[in-house]
């Protein structure tokens, strides 16, 4: 491979195919479990251990715009109760307010990311360009539940270990930070590619020329 080689498309990849599989997992597990009247549904997918869970909220109306109001109905016709704080429910207590800080956080963690990825050292390190790719993924994932629905869709319950309900776009944040972890600490910097000497250039007599 060569020195120049640029890996954003895999930033790209990632970043656009994390993004589809959080918000369709949410969109299809919402309107999957979901039934008339009930505020919450389990499926049980590792007994025991693990589950998928969502819980609904029929007291909380839908925005009066109208496309919003279709992408918050769009799986189910009840709302979904959202967690308004961050990861693994961190602030949450707050609801709005917390939402309103993390939404801020999420746009300017994700501006710094795209800014991040047009470097061109960054292009270049095919490591950086993963955890880059799987930490806007969800990044953006969480905040379009953050300006949609007032807080983050979570069904991914470990409910053995009582763990906090979590969603694909969480996954995608603690991949990515394990990677970023991994490269800044294990994956040894590249090097850079070695520039010729124009005094040794200067100094290097031509060569004799070829006589008839």
Not at 85 to 108: E, M, T, Y
Request: aromatic share 12%; with cysteine.
């Amino acid at each position: 491979m060569g020195p120049h080689r640029s890996y954003r498309w895999l930033f790209v990849a990632l970043a656009v195919a994390g993004l589809a599989l959080d918000l369709g997992s949410k969109y299809g597990m919402f309107r999957w479990m979901y039934a008339p009247g009930a505020l919450r549904a389990d499926r049980e997918v590792v007994p025991g251990w693990f589950r998928f869970t969502a819980e609904y909220d029929p007291g909380k109306a839908p925005s009066d715009v109208a496309w919003v109001k279709a992408l918050q109905t769009w799986s189910a016709p009840e709302l979904p109760r959202v967690n308004h704080g961050a990861l693994f429910g961190l602030g949450n207590d707050h609801k709005s307010d917390a939402n309103r800080v993390f939404a801020g956080i999420s746009i300017a963690a994700a501006t710094a990311i795209l800014v991040w990825s047009l470097r061109k050292s960054t292009a270049q390190d095919r490591w950086l360009c993963a955890a880059l790719g799987l930490i806007l993924a969800g990044t953006v994932g969480n905040l379009f539940d953050r300006l949609v629905f007032g807080g983050v869709r979570d069904f991914l319950y470990f409910y053995r270990v009582e763990w906090p309900v979590f969603n694909v776009a969480d996954c995608g944040l603690v991949c990515g930070a394990i990677l970023l972890l991994f490269q800044a600490l294990v994956v040894p910097a590249p090097k850079p590619a070695a520039k010729a000497d124009p005094g040794l250039a200067a100094a290097t007599p031509a060569d004799p020329p070829v006589s008839a």
